[in-house]
């Protein structure tokens, strides 16, 4: 069996073609209150100049990343958004995995609240949390909250039963240990590969839940996946 890091949280991040936004997410998860952190990122054979700009950001940041707190691959082909995550997800070394949207933003207490939470329902296997979404700068933008989300183990387990999604994706930290039982993001379901992977976690027995506070913070713009397959482009 796989032995996982005990108390590290191991943080996946799926690039695409995301500088924009990538130093918002990364400088985000620097500054998470819970420090036993890995970051992963997965560049999905990005066409800009990712590989570059993330050595520099580590490079800047070199003080409070240690060559085991950061791991960057860069895939020789695009394999799409299911496979970069599940990539990522492999390399975790992590008691959990969390996701991370490359242009999304978490809360500094997001990880703490988590852990804190897994720690005390150690029968959960995968948590996520309210979210806002939000346009621009951050900083200057009036979050939109979330109303589609579920919250209690058995509403999520009858909404997936029925055929609905209510787990964000990039909000999720889980066990390490669900993941070697179940596995990561299946390619085939495309746009939907978010809902079948959290309905296959629920349809499998897995517990799941959602924290009801706002940890996580999705940012709304034209080049988004969500945006691009919605209008039939590509990841």
């Known amino acids: 069996m796989y032995q996982r890091i005990p108390g590290l949280v191991s943080v996946v991040i799926p690039v695409y073609n995301a500088l924009p936004y990538l130093e918002d997410c990364l400088d985000s ?19 800009d100049d990712c590989p570059g700009w993330v050595a520099t950001w580590q490079a800047r940041h070199g ?8 791991v960057y691959l860069r895939l020789p082909r695009n394999v799409k958004q299911p496979g970069s995550a599940t990539c990522g997800m492999f390399l975790a070394q992590g008691e959990f995995i969390a996701c991370q949207a490359a242009d999304d933003i978490s ?18 296997d995968l948590v996520g949390t309210n979210y806002a979404t939000f346009v621009g ?5 009036t979050p939109v909250f979330s109303g589609w989300l579920r919250f209690g183990r058995e509403e999520i387990r ?7 999604h209510c787990v964000c994706d990039g909000t999720v930290l889980m066990r ?22 959290i309905a296959r ?15 996580y913070y ?12 919605a209008r039939g482009g590509n990841w």
């Open 158 to 164: 009858e909404a997936y039963a029925c055929g609905m």
């Open 218 to 229: 999705y940012r709304l713009h034209d080049g988004q996946t969500t945006q691009r397959l």
């Open 137 to 141: 700068d951050p900083a200057m933008s």
């Open 63 to 70: 003080k409070q990343l240690s060559a085991k707190a950061f």
């Open 176 to 197: 390490g240990t669900a993941f070697d039982a179940i596995g990561g993001w299946t390619r085939a379901f495309g746009a939907a590969s978010d809902f079948e992977f």
């Open 201 to 215: 976690y629920v349809t499998r027995g897995a517990i799941v839940e959602n924290i009801p506070e706002i940890l």
């Open 29 to 47: 998860l620097l500054a998470q209150t819970y420090r036993s952190l890995e970051i992963i990122v997965v560049d999905d054979c990005s066409t």
């Open 107 to 124: 809360s500094p207490n997001r990880i703490e609240q988590q852990v804190a939470y897994m720690r005390a329902n150690p029968d959960v």
